[in-house]
């Protein structure tokens, strides 16, 4: 049975355009002529004819489809991986079938995943509850912008008075030293909520699952009974699982499900471990060009030593104390001893290179880029304790201490006001970032009064919509801001959150959520000598800054303080380990704990869904895209309807029996009389 007056086409634009005009339906046949948009514009086109009704809606799914997904290197060479959700559901019409029949499961999932971020954020800000909810009813605040709008006075909800001139980028100030303050009238939680929300759907966009290699790799421990996972560099570059864009999102997979994390970081392991990478510092990626994880076996990828080195050992770590995989450590320790020893050799001091931050060029002696390599030894001292080696922990431990305290000699401008963004340039300063990890795994060698300094200086630099990146350029990045966020005191850390969500608001970007923006202005783009748009980008994992804290059992309190050792899961310096996720009272159903992987039992479902709406003769669509990863043994599959299940033989016309399917797929969608439910607004 096939959707009642349901009808596609693909071919040039122009031509199915007037023909749909001029006959209102489409020809039901597919162009052969494959080409790319600068050749005849092709298009794919779909109609539904309604007919005469007062009220109707019908639901349709569109989507893509890559096989192989991935080309990797292996030591059978360069193989095609097939995606994951072909391990679970066979060929790609029995995963459109099922796929569709699962809408309003996987919008169930996307609810509760919904629910539970709010119940978390809630959790997290609950324990000053009574300070972020005020009584105090703040003076309405003047709207930004930055034209011919008069000074303003006013109060915010915890009684602090501001100043805020909008024909300025200086933003709310306290008047009684001119430093930055939160924008007055949000509420953090709300502010916070609102950015995450936005976030989640953009991260998981960016990766695939893949099936492992048939052939094993070359490390034989390998669990090939589990997903590869891949991520692609949108915009910026289209790397594939480019390290330092993995690290800015792992706060993401800390909170959400850290198994995918491990899924993420394994495919570099496996190259690197396989002998295909000459440097004895980390690969910066696993391929240029996405789906390409080809590596680079001349060792000639981007130069980031330090970063990539610094990144691998602090990710692993840090999954290993959100799952207590220790058995996967122990599997990767003799390459992280590997990078381990590069630090120790070039960190403290770094040459000139780039970092994370790579479009803002190359720099020597970089702060922050030196801290992140201590910080990295100080974590190597912890993976050495929970493999049993104890005098690499002494080692390390002690080298840790060591260049600790040169990098403060080298590293705090001579007021003591704050760090500078290379040793001894003083009219330079940064977001201190690296400094997160220490704090999310209370690794406890970053001094409180370096934490402290920083959230004192943070405000005394700010603009109308944050704290710039650096003093190179006014532009900042919003994963980096919100890391820095998550070591400051609690009236900083509302600066930083509640400057993005205002950003948020008055923006002249008109894409998807970009990370880098300007500060003042209109908060566009960047323009270095030409704009740069970084758009959806999954560094936004970064923005789980605070919910990977809370994960790990601080709260909006904690503040510049270290944990309480009594309460918190992470003891200081400790090699504990979180072994299960706790579900908030609030949450429904524990999307955070370990993803427990059988034969075939993870799929990765992006559902693109269009609901239709007739009425009185006016048609209005409402579009839903979400991305959720789910456990689902292949066995509650719906059954099939016999007159679309093909053989897993590829058909010879597969565009033409794809939309065929899709048009079985629809028979049980339209319904002139109930409307859809709404689509879950984040996932």
């Known amino acids: 049975m096939q959707a009642k007056n349901f009808s596609f086409q693909s071919g040039f634009s122009t031509n199915l355009r007037y023909n749909f005009v001029m006959q209102h339906f489409l020809q039901d046949n597919v162009d052969g002529d494959y080409r790319g948009s600068g050749s005849r514009e092709p298009i794919f086109a779909y109609a539904h004819d309604f007919g005469m009704v007062s009220d109707a809606s019908v639901r349709y799914s569109i989507g893509s489809v890559q096989q192989p997904i991935i080309r990797y290197l292996s030591s059978a060479g360069v193989v095609p991986l097939q995606p994951w959700w072909s391990h679970c559901y066979g060929d790609i019409f029995q995963m459109i079938n099922f796929h569709f029949n699962d809408f309003s499961v996987t919008q169930q999932l996307a609810y509760q995943f919904e629910a539970q971020l709010e119940a978390d954020i809630n959790s997290y800000y609950s324990a000053n509850m009574a300070m972020v909810y005020s009584n105090n009813t703040p003076s309405p605040p003047p709207v930004y912008s930055n034209g011919s709008q008069g000074y303003a006075v006013g109060n915010d909800a915890f009684g602090n008075e501001y100043i805020f001139d909008p024909n300025t980028a200086y933003g709310f100030l306290d008047p009684n030293n001119f430093s930055g303050i939160a924008i007055p009238d949000v509420q953090e939680a709300q502010a916070y909520y609102s950015i995450v929300a936005l976030s989640a759907r953009q991260i998981m966009g960016a990766y695939v699952l893949a099936i492992p290699p048939a052939s094993g790799c070359a490390n034989t421990s390998s669990n090939t009974t589990e997903p590869l996972m891949f991520q692609k560099e949108i915009s910026s570059n289209g790397n594939v699982n480019t390290v330092d864009v993995m690290y800015p999102a792992m706060p993401f997979f800390l909170y959400a499900n850290p198994e995918l994390l491990k899924y993420n970081l394994e495919p570099l392991f496996q190259n690197q471990e396989g002998a295909f990478y000459p440097n004895g510092y980390s690969m910066h990626d696993l391929g240029t060009h996405f789906p390409n994880a080809t590596g680079h076996v001349e060792g000639n990828d981007e130069y980031m030593p330090v970063e990539e080195s610094g990144n691998m050992i602090l990710m692993s770590y840090a999954y290993y104390k959100f799952s207590g995989n220790a058995a996967w450590l122990q599997q990767h320790y003799k390459k992280l001893l590997q ?66 305290q040169q990098w403060e000699y080298l590293a705090i401008d001579p007021s003591g006001r704050h760090t500078l963004l290379s040793y001894e340039w003083r009219s330079s300063y940064g977001l201190l970032y690296n400094i997160y990890p220490d704090k999310l795994l209370n690794l406890g060698i970053i001094p409180q009064r370096i934490y402290d300094m920083q959230s004192d200086w943070y405000p005394t630099i700010s603009q109308v919509f944050g704290i710039p990146l650096d003093s190179r350029h006014s532009y900042t990045k919003s994963d980096w801001e919100l890391w820095t966020a998550a070591t400051c005191s609690p009236s900083t850390r509302r600066l930083f959150v509640n400057s993005l969500a205002y950003w948020l608001n008055n923006t002249a970007t008109d894409r998807a959520f970009t990370d880098l923006y300007e500060t003042i202005d209109d908060g566009s783009y960047p323009v270095s000598p030409t704009p740069i748009y970084f758009i959806a980008r999954p560094v936004a994992g970064g923005h789980f800054s605070l919910l990977a804290l809370f994960r790990a059992g601080e709260n909006s309190l904690t503040g510049t303080s270290p944990p309480d050792d009594s309460a918190s899961p992470f003891p200081s310096n400790s090699t504990s380990a979180l072994s299960e996720m706790a579900l908030p009272s609030a949450a429904t159903v524990d999307l955070g704990g370990p993803l427990l992987v059988s034969s075939s039992s993870v799929t990765t479902t992006t559902i693109t869904t269009i609901t239709a709406a007739a009425a009185n003769g006016n048609m209005s669509l409402s579009l839903s895209l979400t991305t959720i990863t789910r456990i689902e043994p292949p066995s509650s599959a719906p059954p099939l309807d016999p007159s679309t299940t093909t053989s897993s033989s590829p058909s010879p016309n597969t565009d033409t029996n794809v939309l065929a399917t899709l048009n079985t797929a629809l028979s049980g969608a339209e319904n002139p009389s109930t409307a859809m439910p709404p689509a879950s607004s984040a996932s």
């Open 339 to 404: 990078f381990a020893e590069y630090l120790v050799e070039f960190s403290l001091v770094p040459g000139i290179q780039l970092s994370t931050d790579d479009f803002a060029g190359q720099l020597v002696n970089q702060t922050n880029l030196a801290i992140k390599g201590i910080v990295g030894i100080q974590a190597m001292a912890g993976i050495s304790g929970v493999v049993g080696a104890a005098s690499e922990v002494q080692t390390f431990t002690s080298t840790a201490l060591e260049y600790i």
